[in-house]
């Protein structure tokens, strides 16, 4: 069963706007992270946030978790098109493994 | 990617043979997975270690299994591949900051 669902499935948008794709999740988690997958590539981590944690930030990329509401999102700022990708989130609970979503498809057009 | 390589990177077989991935890191971490990315179902763990020769499954592990006799090896067995099985394999390392770092992946199509 999966841990985390995103949405939305897919996001197209102008370069330079904003790009923001919200991740929910079932069970109690020790931490959330993101990943990045281009097209025929591997995963990609992009940030981590734990449980205790509210919000992150790392060049671009802002996280927010909502422990409460089970919740996550990403921003991407300013997108390029290099942002072409998808965005997965990932839960980790106390098993030492992740649980991943299916993802977000994010189309940045130039 | 740095530290983590998975060979073949891509593998055609026929329905009832036994294959076999490699996965191999040079990081010298203590965990170290196997997913299957499937259209639709995201990343699905299959197997994974905490160490040499310590294993456990996953949530769909059936049809598949792992040895790590050395800390950098992991290897993924299919030991009678079936249809079902057609998907693409990554394995991860999990680093000191709990980042799990991929390999490139390896296609393998069951025919």
């Known amino acids: 069963s999966q841990q985390g669902e995103e949405d939305p499935q897919a996001l197209s948008i102008q370069e330079g706007e904003n790009a923001t794709m919200n991740c929910s999740y079932k069970t109690s988690i020790n931490n959330l992270q993101w990943y990045r997958q281009n097209s025929g590539r591997g995963l990609v981590h992009l940030i981590l946030i734990r449980s205790n944690e509210r919000e992150k930030h790392s060049g671009r990329l802002r996280v927010t978790l909502d422990t409460s509401k089970k919740s996550s999102s990403l921003l991407i700022t300013a997108s390029r098109a290099a942002d072409t990708a998808s965005y997965f989130c990932a839960t980790e609970t106390g098993a030492n493994n992740l649980f991943f979503g299916t993802g977000t498809r994010l189309t940045v057009i130039p | 990617d740095a530290g983590i390589t998975q060979s073949p990177r891509h593998k055609v077989t026929e329905t009832g043979t036994p294959v076999t991935l490699r996965c191999h890191q040079t990081?010298?971490?203590?965990?170290m997975y196997w997913y299957r990315q499937d259209p639709g179902h995201g990343l699905r763990l299959i197997h994974y270690?905490?160490?040499?020769?310590?294993?456990d499954k996953g949530e769909v592990s059936d049809g598949y299994s792992v040895s790590r006799s050395k800390t950098e090896d992991f290897l993924l067995t299919l030991e009678s591949a079936t249809s079902s099985q057609t998907s693409v394999y990554f394995c991860?390392?999990?680093?000191?900051?709990?980042?799990?770092?991929f390999g490139s992946g390896t296609r393998l199509t069951v025919v």
């Open positions: 991860a390392i999990r680093g000191v900051n709990d980042g799990y770092t």
């Open positions: 990081e010298n971490h203590r965990y």
């Open positions: 270690s905490y160490g040499v020769k310590d294993t």
